[in-house]
């Protein structure tokens, strides 16, 4: 899916987002108190969202697939759904009221939510998505979603 940006008068251009893709980075979520970074890989491919999540020295995969997160096999009843990139990106494709704000090599795509997220905040340098900033309602945190590479996903 691509979305179409906004008109400037020195380029048009489309922000690239893709159902199916690859993509890699870290996660800062930070409050008041602290800092807390964890590294990510993900690849979704024809719904199925294979992830990798990586602190210090642990590691687990997670699996997600027709609506189930399995975890070494077993089916995780009680997952936030927000710990995918999918979800964002769902958010972002399927979003049919968003604000944007479009200047030279960037532009800044805003969703307001009703739920435990207030604000979705994406950013794209050169049309491609560099971050996410996830404002939650009670405002004690703020997660931000830093990718190193987000790319279509191509058989082969």
């Given at each position: 899916?691509?979305?179409?940006?906004?008109?400037?008068?020195?380029s048009?251009?489309?922000?690239?987002?893709?159902p199916?893709?690859?993509?890699?980075?870290?996660?800062?979520?930070?409050?008041?108190?602290m800092?807390?970074?964890?590294?990510f890989f993900?690849?979704?491919?024809?719904?199925k969202v294979?992830?990798e999540?990586?602190?210090?020295?642990r590691?687990i995969k997670i699996t997600?697939?027709n609506?189930?997160?399995?975890l070494d096999?077993?089916d995780l009843k009680?997952i936030?759904?927000?710990i995918?990139?999918?979800?964002?990106?769902d958010?972002?494709?399927?979003?049919?009221?968003y604000s944007?704000?479009k200047?030279?090599?960037?532009?800044?795509?805003?969703?307001?939510?009703k739920?435990?997220?207030r604000?979705?905040?994406y950013?794209f340098?050169?049309e491609?998505?560099k971050?996410?900033?996830v404002?939650?309602?009670d405002?004690r945190f703020i997660?931000?979603?830093?990718?190193t590479e987000?790319k279509?996903?191509?058989?082969g």
């Amino acid at each position: 899916m691509l979305l179409t940006s906004c008109k400037s008068r020195n380029s048009q251009g489309t922000l690239k987002i893709y159902p199916d893709y690859i993509a890699k980075g870290f996660v800062e979520i930070t409050s008041n108190k602290m800092v807390s970074k964890y590294f990510f890989f993900e690849q979704r491919i024809n719904g199925k969202v294979e992830a990798e999540f990586q602190k210090d020295s642990r590691k687990i995969k997670i699996t997600k697939e027709n609506g189930k997160v399995i975890l070494d096999g077993k089916d995780l009843k009680n997952i936030a759904e927000d710990i995918f990139l999918e979800y964002y990106i769902d958010k972002l494709i399927n979003s049919e009221k968003y604000s944007i704000v479009k200047q030279e090599k960037s532009t800044i795509i805003t969703i307001e939510l009703k739920d435990d997220i207030r604000y979705l905040h994406y950013y794209f340098e050169d049309e491609r998505l560099k971050k996410i900033v996830v404002i939650y309602q009670d405002a004690r945190f703020i997660k931000t979603i830093y990718l190193t590479e987000y790319k279509k996903y191509r058989k082969g």
